[in-house]
């Protein structure tokens, strides 16, 4: 059951595709089996507990931890940022919850020294 303002806008089937945090949840919703199924795409994750995390329907998936080269703007030099994250556009979405666009450039997205020895 979905509810908008208190008032129930679609009851059926609840199929979580995507709910992480940092990238906008996709909910399908199956009314009965003559209907197409509804799918409900939400604005950013802003909080959510680990355990309760989707990615493709599986629940808590597996995290690698990914390393981000950026500069800071007005600076020469390059810093590093690292995150656990689902993949590499996962990882850059949370870079840009920390910094705003204004703020830093990315330069490279790679997994970190340590998946790379364990791949």
């Known amino acids: 059951m979905i509810r908008k303002n208190g008032e129930v806008i679609f009851q059926g089937k609840l199929y979580i595709y995507r709910l992480i945090f940092g990238m906008p949840a996709l909910i399908i919703i199956s ?3 003559n ?7 939400t604005g950013n994750v802003t909080s959510i507990l680990p355990h309760y995390e989707f990615l493709e329907g599986e629940q808590q998936p ?12 007005g600076s020469r030099s390059i810093r ?15 870079f840009r919850i920390r910094y705003k666009e204004e703020e830093a450039m990315i330069l490279s997205i790679s997994l970190s020294e340590r998946e790379q020895k364990q791949a």
């Open 62 to 73: 597996t995290k690698l931890i990914y390393q981000i080269e950026f500069k800071k703007q």
């Open 80 to 94: 590093g940022y690292s995150c656990l994250a689902v993949s590499d556009v996962h990882a850059a979405q949370l």
């Open 31 to 33: 009314e009965n089996e």
């Open 35 to 41: 209907i197409s199924p509804k799918v409900f795409k």
